[in-house]
C-alpha cells in the first residue's frame, strides 16, 4: 500500500469519556496523520447500556479534540446498526481498518461490521485485541471471542499474553506483538509541590499512586491491606486514590475502615479528566498498580511519560515493561511484597535512580514505532 493510505478506526472516541481505550484511539489517530496518512474515527452512539455501565457517565465534559475526524456512528447492541456500519465501510472501501477489542460484549457488533466490510476485497481488518480472554469472565465469552477472531484478517496485541491467548483461538492468521506505546497526550510534567498545590495535597506528605478505574481485578484491596503493615505508617506516606469506582466500594471501604487507614488514605474517586491526569502523576513518588490478573495496563505508559517509578505485579504482561530493579520493583501480587517493596523504595532512597532510568527506558515506546509495526503488517497480508 504505496503513498498515503485511507485509514478507519473503529472503537470509543469523543464524545465518550476519556479512559484508556478512548484516549489511546485518538492518539494513535494522530500517530497515522503524522505519518502521512488520512484517518477517521467512527465512535459508539451507544457503547454500553446503562444497566452494563458500572460508571456516572459515558459522556465527556470536555471539548472535542479539533485535530481529529471523528464520526459518531456505531451502536453496539443493534443488529440493523451493524449491517448499516458494514455496509457503508464497504463502500468507503479504506486501506485498512483499525478495530479495537477488549471485551466480548463487542464481538458481535464488530465482528459483523469487520465481515461486511471485507467483501469488497480491498480492505484489510486488523484487529488491536486489548483482551481476547477478559479478566472479569462471563458466560458465553469463549464463543463470543472466537466469533471476532474469525471475522478479522490480522492481530495486534501489546502483550505476550494475549498473543498466546489469541493462538489457542487461532493458529494461523498473522500477529504481531508490540509493546503499548506512550501516553504523551496529558500534558508535560509540572514541579511536585505545584501539583500538589493544585491537588490540594499537604506538601510535607509523600505520596503513592493507585490511577484508573477502581475494578475488583485491579487489586486495590491488596494494596489497601499492605498500609496496615505498621513500618509504613511510620513514613510520612500517603496513599493516593484516583480514579472511579467500576466495582461496587463496600469492600474497599470496609478494610480503610477496619485498618483504620482513613489517615493515609487520600480518596479522589470521581472520574478524573485528561486535563488533570498530569497533576496526580506529577504529585507522586512512585506508582503502584497492585493487578491480581492483567494483561497490559495503559496506566503504566503514562508513569513512563512523566518518569515515575513503578511498583507493579508479575502477573500479565506488565512485567514486561517494568525491568525490575531498574525503573521500579516487580513483586508478586500479595499484600506483604507490595508493603516490602513500598519500604524498600523509601528507605532505598530509589525515587531518583529509578526516574532517570524510566526517562531512558521509554524511547522505546514511540507511537511512531507503534504505527509502523501495524502497517507493515497490513503491507503483507
Not at 172 to 193: A, C, M, R, V, W
Request: aromatic share 12%; charged share 25%.
Amino acid at each position: 500500500m504505496p503513498g498515503k493510505r485511507k485509514i478507519a478506526i473503529v472503537g470509543s472516541a469523543y464524545p465518550l469519556r476519556g479512559g484508556g481505550i478512548a484516549t489511546f484511539n485518538e492518539r494513535m489517530a494522530l500517530a497515522f496523520i503524522d505519518n502521512g496518512d488520512e484517518v477517521k474515527i467512527y465512535t459508539f452512539s451507544l457503547q454500553y447500556p446503562s444497566i452494563l455501565f458500572p460508571g456516572k457517565t459515558q459522556y465527556s465534559e470536555e471539548p472535542p479534540p479539533g485535530d481529529l475526524d471523528i464520526e459518531v456512528l456505531v451502536n453496539s447492541i443493534n443488529p440493523f446498526n451493524w449491517i448499516k456500519v458494514g455496509r457503508y465501510l464497504k463502500k468507503l472501501a479504506p486501506d485498512i481498518i483499525v478495530l479495537r477489542y477488549w471485551i466480548p460484549f463487542m464481538a458481535p457488533c464488530l465482528g459483523t461490521i469487520a465481515r461486511i466490510a471485507r467483501k469488497n476485497k480491498k480492505t484489510q481488518v486488523i484487529a488491536i485485541a486489548d483482551n481476547i480472554i477478559p479478566h472479569e469472565h462471563k458466560p458465553g465469552d469463549q464463543l463470543f471471542s472466537r466469533y471476532f477472531v474469525r471475522s478479522v484478517n490480522a492481530f495486534v496485541t501489546m502483550s505476550k499474553s494475549v498473543l498466546n491467548d489469541l493462538n489457542s483461538f487461532d493458529s494461523q492468521k498473522p500477529k504481531l506483538y508490540t509493546p503499548h506505546p506512550l501516553y504523551d497526550n496529558f500534558g508535560e510534567s509540572i514541579p511536585k509541590t505545584e501539583a500538589k498545590k493544585q491537588l490540594k495535597l499537604a506538601d510535607n506528605t509523600n505520596y503513592i499512586l493507585f490511577f484508573g478505574f477502581i475494578r475488583d481485578y485491579k487489586g486495590l484491596d491488596l494494596l489497601l491491606e499492605a498500609f496496615s503493615d505498621k513500618r509504613l505508617r511510620e513514613l510520612p506516606v500517603k496513599l493516593l486514590i484516583a480514579g472511579e469506582f467500576y466495582s461496587k466500594p463496600d469492600k474497599y471501604y470496609e478494610i480503610i475502615k477496619n485498618n483504620r487507614l482513613e489517615n493515609v488514605i487520600e480518596l479522589r474517586t470521581d472520574f478524573i479528566p485528561n486535563t488533570d491526569v498530569h497533576k496526580y502523576f506529577c504529585a507522586a513518588d512512585v506508582v503502584v498498580q497492585p493487578y491480581k490478573t492483567a494483561t497490559q495496563s495503559g496506566i503504566t505508559q503514562v508513569a513512563y511519560h512523566f518518569n515515575k517509578p513503578m511498583i507493579t505485579t508479575n502477573v500479565g504482561g506488565l512485567s514486561e515493561l517494568i525491568p525490575n530493579e531498574k525503573v521500579g520493583y516487580v513483586v508478586n501480587p500479595d499484600k506483604h511484597e507490595l508493603a516490602e517493596a513500598i519500604l524498600r523504595f523509601y528507605k532505598n532512597g530509589k525515587e531518583a535512580d529509578f526516574s532517570k532510568n524510566a526517562e531512558i527506558e521509554k524511547q522505546k515506546y514511540s507511537w511512531d514505532v507503534f504505527v509502523k509495526n501495524l502497517l507493515s503488517l497490513a503491507q503483507n497480508l
